[in-house]
């Protein structure tokens, strides 16, 4: 290989230095690894799993060049989701001299003269496949399928890629998100069966999230979670209430407790909006470019919210609606610009790649775990080492269970019985991620039908972060909340939990140095007040979950170290000042006192 194309073969440090878009000098770490797997197996198909923002594009272009160079192959097609990714595509490849045509339709026959080959969109290969395959067979053809899992979103599409594709002299797959939610099998793709008889995808070669992580490839990603009261009205005419995040509540109680929350109509969202505008100005003190993203479920929300985001900041957002043929433009022209917020419809999972993205607020009814885990993708996109990515979601079980496996190792499996499994990760959809990731006008309309949003209070919940949990709630605006959404844009991962870790101590401070004034009034009756004790125990709940996570420790082992040092019955028979003697005793655990 010669040194015109990427500047030599030096290798760097795991965090290289900032580049154009897949279009970096040196390779990463996990990079160089991956490219000599791949040259010592000299495989025809090679599936590369790594996480989003991890440098999948960089990889594969100098896969691509190094392939070129040998003679091994003459001709490079791209096939991506999106028409927005071909031109990324096409302009990081043209970066280190590969020239691919991203205005290449099938009607063409044969793309423009001076490029190698093309990228073309999966609905682009499906809907003429006998075309592609003579395109492939007329030469030496290298195909890299970026994002390979929509291969399977439909038995056409599978099938229209293996019959353009079968004749290729390499295939290349990419992905960030090896699952899918449906048993759909992906072409060209590997499945091993496991010891429980079920078939699953079998990588090349893998870089997850806590890899990406802990080598400050990816930013670590705080989830900033919101409950609340809200009041919606049923289609039979009967008044609702109920906590958002509640438990021990239905699931059509909690579904409608969430989009009460997400209408524009309420308090919750302008206040959730406002937070998170708090915590970019503080990531913009250090990061000045920083940019937020709200993900709203359909056009009219998003322009509510941007309506509401204007009225917060002064200035308005950039939306981007799924039926914008400007689209694509309109996030060239942000991802360069200073502009702080940005409006999607749904348009996140591999759609909207901005790097300086790092305040996200999921303002979505969408919770699967595919389109979660690409809609956090957006945000965790590392320029430079320190930076943080702040999510703002609501806090529902279901996100919080999302938020809690971000660092889950995936697999695609087929073979798996129609129910939910129990972690609940790979349930079958209703729909496919093309569907989740587009308005849809029909679902919405009639899901909105069942009931009437009535209005929605905001309150600061907790922090999720790294399998822990953070914080004791609080109020909009009150210094509990200002805690979290003031820690500084320039933390690595262990600094963030040092941080995370001592801001919950001082909050639980606060709480004690009021007590002795609580204590000093008449005396209470002798009956417990049981919400007080309620409180408490969610309190304690949390800070053993958080303390179960930083030490592996399970749950049940951490409540029965507390009762041996602190005394005193089970949680559920514990007084006031036993539980209170638990707290204080794990904060001395956190800061290191014993």
């Given at each position: 290989m010669t040194e015109t194309l990427f500047g030599g073969p030096t290798l760097p440090p795991a965090y290289p230095e900032r580049a154009a878009w897949g279009t970096a000098p040196k390779l990463r770490a996990w990079q160089q690894e991956a490219l000599d797997l791949y040259f010592t197996t000299g495989p025809r198909d090679f599936l590369a799993v790594?996480?989003?923002?991890?440098?999948?594009?960089?990889?594969?272009?100098?896969v691509a060049s190094m392939l070129i160079e040998s003679g091994a192959v003459n001709r490079v097609t791209i096939v991506a989701p999106t028409d927005h990714l071909k031109r990324q595509w096409a302009d990081a490849a043209a970066k280190v001299g590969i020239a691919i045509d991203p205005n290449f339709k099938n009607s063409d026959g044969q793309h423009g003269r001076g490029f190698i080959g093309v990228a073309v969109t999966y609905a682009q290969v499906a809907s003429k496949p006998m075309l592609h395959r003579a395109k492939t067979e007329a030469?030496?053809?290298?195909?890299?399928?970026?994002?390979?899992?929509?291969?399977?979103?439909a038995l056409s599409w599978g099938d229209g890629l293996r019959e353009a594709f079968d004749p290729a002299a390499r295939r290349l797959s990419l992905t960030g998100t090896p699952f899918r939610s449906d048993t759909s099998p992906i072409p060209f793709v590997e499945y091993a069966q496991d010891r429980d008889g079920i078939?699953?995808?079998?990588?090349?070669?893998?870089?997850?999230?806590?890899n990406a992580l802990r080598d400050h490839v990816v930013r670590p990603v705080m989830f900033m979670a919101y409950s609340g009261q809200m009041r919606w009205r049923t289609s039979a005419g009967e008044e609702m209430a109920a906590s958002l995040g509640e438990a021990a509540v239905t699931k059509d109680i909690t579904s409608h407790a969430w989009r009460t929350a997400l209408n524009p109509a309420g308090e919750w969202i302008?206040?959730?909006?406002?937070g998170a505008d708090k915590r970019l100005s503080e990531v913009r003190r250090t990061v000045p470019d920083a940019g937020g993203l709200v993900i709203a479920t359909d056009h009219e929300d998003a322009r509510a919210y941007a309506g509401q985001l204007k009225r917060i900041?002064?200035?308005?957002?950039?939306?981007?609606?799924?039926?914008?043929?400007?689209?694509?433009?309109?996030?060239?022209?942000?991802?360069?610009?200073?502009?702080?917020?940005?409006?999607?419809?749904?348009?996140?999972?591999?759609?909207?790649?901005v790097p300086r993205l790092s305040v996200g607020v999921y303002a979505t009814s969408t919770s699967t775990p595919l389109f979660f885990a690409q809609a956090v993708g957006r945000f965790v996109r590392a320029r430079k080492?320190?930076?943080?990515?702040?999510?703002?979601?609501?806090?529902v079980p279901q996100l919080m269970a999302l938020a809690n496996s971000m660092e889950a190792e995936r697999d695609h499996a087929l073979d798996r019985p129609e129910k939910e499994d129990a972690d609940g990760l790979f349930n079958p959809e209703d729909s496919l991620m093309a569907e989740a990731n587009r308005e849809d006008k029909a679902s919405d309309s009639l899901t909105k039908g069942k009931f009437?949003?009535?209005?929605?209070?905001?309150?600061?919940?907790?922090?999720?972060?790294?399998g822990g949990e953070f914080g004791t709630g609080g109020e909009v605006g009150s210094e509990d909340e200002l805690d979290f959404l003031g820690i500084p844009g320039l933390l690595d991962a262990e600094q963030v939990?040092?941080?995370?870790?001592?801001?919950?101590?001082?909050?639980?401070s606060r709480k004690n140095r009021r007590s002795p004034a609580a204590e000093q009034a008449p005396a209470a009756p002798s009956v417990p007040d049981h919400r007080m004790l309620m409180d408490l125990r969610n309190e304690l709940a949390k800070n053993v979950a958080a303390w179960s996570a930083r030490t592996g420790t399970p749950h049940g082992v951490v409540h029965t170290k507390l009762r041996t040092v602190c005394g005193g019955p089970p949680v559920a028979q514990a007084n006031e000042e036993q539980l209170q003697s638990r707290l204080r005793k794990l904060q001395d655990w956190f800061i290191g006192r014993k």
């Open positions: 790594a996480t989003p923002g991890a440098g999948k594009t960089t990889f594969a272009l100098r030469a030496r053809t290298l195909v890299i399928l970026d994002e390979i899992h929509h291969g399977g979103e078939r699953r995808s079998k990588a090349d070669y893998t870089y997850g999230y806590g302008p206040a959730v909006l406002a900041t002064g200035e308005s957002p950039t939306v981007i609606l799924s039926d914008d043929a400007k689209a694509s433009s309109k996030i060239e022209e942000f991802t360069a610009s200073e502009k702080r917020w940005m409006v999607a419809v749904r348009m996140v999972s591999e759609g909207v790649d080492r320190g930076e943080t990515a702040s999510v703002f979601l609501p806090s009437e949003a009535l209005d929605s209070q905001a309150s600061f919940d907790r922090v999720l972060f790294d939990g040092t941080l995370l870790r001592q801001r919950q101590h001082d909050q639980l």
